[in-house]
């Protein structure tokens, strides 16, 4: 059994002409960040706690 792909998601506030966003994904070790222009260059894998407290920071 193939291994399923991550569903990448942008912001609903990104325009499909922008180019300039991040995308994220739910993967198994915690959430992954790519940039949208290189969608096969490094990704970024933060864990869930991590990123729920970047989250909150940002959000203040």
Known sequence: MEASR???RKSTRSTSTGGECVELATLPEGV???DS???DGPKLVIRRAE???L???LKR
Do not use: E, M
């Open 51 to 53: 990123f729920a407290a």
């Open 37 to 39: 222009k290189d969608p």
């Open 32 to 34: 992954g960040v790519r």
């Open 55 to 57: 989250l909150s920071s």
């Open 6 to 8: 991550p569903v990448w």
